[in-house]
């Protein structure tokens, strides 16, 4: 790893800001965002109504029991709305939100560009590639070297010709089983983060096995691990065992879903482990009170028209507004709290 001029710095897609400005981060969201490659048509002609409805209040609550079966609830694609959205997050104190949308999600980088803009915002880019579904047709014979140098690329030059520059790897998507495409996307996003410094995301498979064996593979890699954070390991259902092993292993743990009371679903032929907040902020207090404090970032993970304030879901602003208080009330101290939402991201996301 060279030192650089991003060196210290997190990068937004409008340029670098000392570390010191991040402020109160949200380290994992989608505001632009496409979940498209999740949805299936349905045989059942009832089914595939809905399945191609617009998204409104009047069906929002049956598509809520499985948010993959309309077609319109996968995509996120209004910036007006993302605007509104992510005002209500600055009204409740927010400062820097990280967009980890990359190739498979329906990127944007202009339109990120134009909601910070709008909202006065920090916003972070993703960079990389999600997970196998989404991947482009010629993922087999892309090489790791290519796929690390457009990582690079994005993060020093812009993504395509937009000049709008990543700031974040990932998120770096993972499945069960973990196939070669996604094992050689891994191998160039650790390369990529060890030759730039960039934070690296990971989407791991929804397993605590193969998670275990994902942060193996970034090991070897030459991934910087403490710079490294392995995601969704509440609605995964991950050990705390599993937890502890990939903190000890110098990597951060994403605690997602703040607010997500949907009904369980299936995802990738999994039953997400959607609990409650207070489930989580348990959770959390429990890995606190073992010394894990440094190892642990908080977000919503926003990523489907439902969980807006417009479609009457629990928006960007639910932790700061709602989670916040239940985690005082529970015992957490504000030293605490700024370590979770300020501290551990300023130190995550800026670059070594």
Do not use: W
């Amino acid at each position: 790893m060279i030192q650089t001029q991003l060196t210290g710095k997190v990068q937004t897609v409008l340029g670098p800001i000392d570390a010191d400005d991040i402020g109160t981060t949200l380290f994992h969201e989608h505001l632009l965002v496409s979940m498209a490659a999740y949805f299936q048509e349905p045989a059942e002609p009832a089914a595939k109504k809905l399945a191609h409805e617009p998204l409104t209040m009047e069906n929002v609550r049956q598509v809520r029991l499985d948010r993959n079966i309309n077609l319109d609830n996968t995509i996120l694609a209004d910036e007006q709305i993302a605007i509104k959205e992510a005002l209500l997050y600055k009204e409740a104190g927010g400062k820097t939100i990280a967009d980890v949308s990359n190739n498979g999600l329906g990127r944007n980088p202009l339109g990120l560009q134009h909601i910070a803009q709008a909202t006065g915002l920090n916003i972070i880019m993703g960079a990389g590639y999600y997970v196998r579904i989404s991947h482009p047709s010629d993922m087999a014979t892309k090489t790791e070297e290519e796929i690390t140098n457009e990582i690079v690329r994005d993060i020093t030059v812009g993504v395509g010709d937009t000049g709008v520059r990543s700031g974040v790897i990932g998120e770096i998507g993972c499945t069960e089983p973990l196939l070669d495409g996604e094992r050689k996307v891994l191998r160039a996003a650790a390369k990529a983060q060890k030759e730039i410094g960039a934070p690296l995301m990971i989407h791991p498979p929804f397993n605590d096995d193969l998670a275990l064996e994902v942060v193996q593979i970034l090991t070897d890699a030459g991934a910087d691990l403490e710079h490294t954070v392995i995601c969704h390991v509440n609605v995964y259902g991950f050990s705390p065992n599993t937890c502890r092993e990939i903190a000890n292993a110098g990597c951060y743990i994403g605690y997602e879903s703040f607010g997500n009371l949907a009904y369980p679903h299936l995802y990738l032929g999994h039953l997400l482990q959607h609990r409650s907040d207070l489930d989580y902020i348990d959770a959390i207090i429990r890995l606190i009170d073992d010394g894990y404090i440094d190892h642990i970032l908080v977000a919503h993970d926003i990523c489907f028209k439902d969980f807006l304030r417009t479609y009457g879901g629990h928006g960007y602003a639910h932790i700061l507004e709602n989670a916040i208080p239940i985690m005082k009330i529970q015992g957490m101290s504000d030293n605490q709290i700024n370590t979770l939402f300020f501290e551990n991201p300023k130190k995550y996301f800026q670059f070594h």
